[in-house]
Every structure is written in C-alpha cells, then in structure tokens.
C-alpha cells in the first residue's frame, strides 16, 4: 500500500531519452538525460526550492522563514549567504561568506531611513507623514532637505554645498515659479483675464433674441464709451 501511495504523489514523464519526475505540487524533482546527467531537488511545503544537485557533485541548500524568504543560502564550493527579514519582510539584514555585510532599517510605512555596508559607508533618511523624502546624509557629510507643499510637491531643495532650488505650484500642481541659488529663474506668463464685455456676453446680459454680430459690436461700443477704459481692466 505505501508504494502505490508514494507513486500517486509523483509523476513520471519520459520523452526523447529524457526522464523527468514531478512532486504532487508538480515541482520537478529529478531530471536525466541520455547521457547520464541528472538533476535533483527538494522543495518545502511552500514550494521554495531548499535543496538541488546535479551528477557532477555541485550542489545548493536554502532556508525559507514562513514569509517564503531565503534567509540562508549555501553551495558545495563553500559560499554562504544569510539574510534576515523584518515582519513586513524588508531585508534589514544581509551577510556574505566573503565577509561583506550590509543593515538596513526601515519605518512603519517601509521607507528605508537606514543604510550601512560593512565598508563603513552609510545613509540616512527621513520622511515625512506622505512618504515624501525631505532629508537624506551620508557618512561622507553630503546631505540634502528637501520640504513639500500639501499636495506632495517640492518646494525646496537644499544641499550641504549651499546651493538651493525653490519652487511654486497653481492649484492644479502646474509649476508657476522657479528659482535656484545660482541665479535661474523662471515664472510662468500670466494669463490676462477676460474682458469685462466678454464676460457680459456670456452671461448673457442685453442680449435680445435678434442677437447678431451687429448687436455685439454695438454693446462693445457702448461699454467702452461708458467705462472709458477699453474694456481692458484685468
């Protein structure tokens, strides 16, 4: 009973001299050619694959941590690498058989506020409530702020080597206005609003039912006459 079990858990595909075998999960865990190579693995119960060989004696191991993952990693030539995970399955950890190791750290909404290598370099980071970056350093002593309006555009830009970008947006986050430390400077043209005549007409004031061209030019006369200004007031 045990052997017909075991063999209703896998299945057997041969084609063209090649013989290949699937767990029940249709993973494949054996592979060989007609020559006589051949290729083993292992997988977890999540379907990570922890475990390959091949017939030339190479082969790899891993472990999964119960996010799916890979917290450590070796090979038959003797080179490792282990990484470790926070719960929202950042790598915070990551080392290296070479010695090479790198930490991160990260907040509550995954911005990543921490970076150090083993060299000895290092970053960091904050945020603010919209996950917009507004400062960043380094062990080098470069650092940049940044600061944005309500509506997540930049509005400031500082580096530590004095020089400066401040901009402005419309409501529509169109950019209006530009300015740098080094002398640029850009606004964008303002638009002339409407003729106080223009906005009459399409209000529809002392238009008639025999409105007509003629009708238009005459009321344009007559305001111009009236308010002596060319009906040009911004």
């Known amino acids: 009973m045990t052997n017909k079990k075991q063999k209703q858990n896998f299945k057997v595909i041969k084609e063209n001299g090649i013989i290949s075998i699937f767990d029940k999960n249709n993973n494949k865990i054996y592979w060989k050619d007609s020559d006589g190579y051949w290729v083993k693995s292992k997988f977890d119960k999540n379907n990570n694959k922890i475990y390959y060989e091949n017939s030339i004696g190479y082969w790899e191991k891993s472990k999964f941590d119960k996010n ?10 003797g080179y ?5 995970f926070d719960k929202n399955n950042n790598e ?7 010695g090479y190791w790198v930490k991160r750290k990260f907040d509550k909404n995954n911005n ?3 970076y150090e290598k083993s060299t000895g370099y290092w970053v960091k980071r904050k945020f603010d409530k919209n ?15 940044s600061k944005f309006d309500k509506n997540n555009n930049e509005i400031y ?13 419309d409501k529509n986050n169109n950019k209006i ?10 606004e964008k043209p303002k638009e002339f609003k409407r003729r106080k005549w223009e906005n009459l007409f399409k209000m529809k004031i002392c238009i008639t039912p025999q409105y007509s061209m003629f009708n238009e030019i005459n009321f344009v006369k007559l305001y111009i006459k009236r308010n002596n200004n060319f009906g040009l007031k911004r």
């Open 80 to 84: 490792w690498r282990k990484s470790k």
């Open 92 to 98: 915070i950890y990551y080392e290296k058989s070479t």
């Open 112 to 114: 990543k506020i921490y």
């Open 177 to 186: 206005y530009y300015e740098t430390s080094g002398g640029d400077k850009w």
């Open 131 to 145: 996950n917009n970056k507004i400062y960043w350093e380094d062990s080098d002593g470069f650092w940049i702020k």
């Open 68 to 77: 799916n993952n890979e917290v450590y990693w070796k090979n038959s030539e």
């Open 157 to 169: 830009w500082e580096d530590s080597d004095g020089f400066w970008i401040k901009s402005k947006f």
